[in-house]
T-cell receptor
């Protein structure tokens, strides 16, 4: 089925470093969402974006809705060990009410 | 406020048995989604409901899978008969159109079919 291209697939970084990940699509989305999933739990919503060009922050997390509506990125500043997990982007395709398309996920590991 | 509630959290069963997974969405949400997550395929949407009515079940893998939503506060996903390849984590999520359709996930049911 349709999927978003999320990169990188995995990251192994030192505590304190900044992290950047992104999602791209060949088609337009009208909503972008970023989720984090920790082991044994369901995905938890981090940031929701509803307008092209929108830049939203949630603590050390910042996400942007690309101006072309075909991409989004998530930045984590000054990473800490509890940032470990899998980060998923998800997009709501124009004209496809309710049905999110998920990226493959970025696995983040942080070395103390 | 309570989030999405799923039960059971873990299920181990033998091949051929019937499995029923349960979900209680967030009160007031009008969309309910069932997903399956595996290492190989990631998160897959199986089916979703709007106002208790199934809208898209194109992700349901085969006739062994069925889902119902008899009222706004309860949904079931049933597998009959179960097979080892059904082993996965099954998530339920709900959303409200007024939130831009942001979906909130339950903790999942970890299913192992032996």
């Amino acid at each position: 089925g349709q999927q978003l291209n999320q990169s990188p697939q995995s990251m192994f970084i030192q505590e304190g470093e900044d992290v950047s990940m992104n999602c791209t699509s060949s088609s337009i989305f009208n909503t972008w969402l970023w989720y984090k999933q920790e082991p044994g739990e369901g995905p938890v919503l981090l940031i929701a974006l509803y307008k092209a060009g929108e830049l939203t922050s949630n603590g050390r997390l910042t996400a942007q809705f690309g101006i072309t509506r075909k991409d989004s990125f998530l930045n984590i500043s000054a990473s800490i060990p509890s940032d470990v997990g899998i980060y998923f982007c998800a997009g709501l395709h124009v004209g496809n009410t309710g049905k999110l398309i998920f990226g493959q996920g970025t696995t983040l590991q942080v070395k103390p | 406020d309570a989030g999405v509630i799923q039960s059971p959290r873990h299920e181990v069963t033998e091949m051929g048995q019937e499995v029923t997974l349960r979900c209680k969405p967030i009160s007031g949400h009008d969309y309910l989604f069932w997903y399956r997550q595996t290492m190989m395929r990631g998160l897959e949407l199986l089916i979703y409901f709007n106002n208790n009515v199934p809208i898209d079940d194109s992700g349901m893998p085969e006739d062994r899978f069925s889902a119902k939503m008899p009222n706004a506060s309860f949904s079931t996903l049933k597998i009959q008969p179960s097979e080892p390849r059904d082993s996965a984590v099954y998530f339920c999520a709900s959303s409200w159109v007024g939130l831009g359709e942001t979906q909130y996930f339950g903790p999942g049911t970890r299913l192992l079919v032996l």
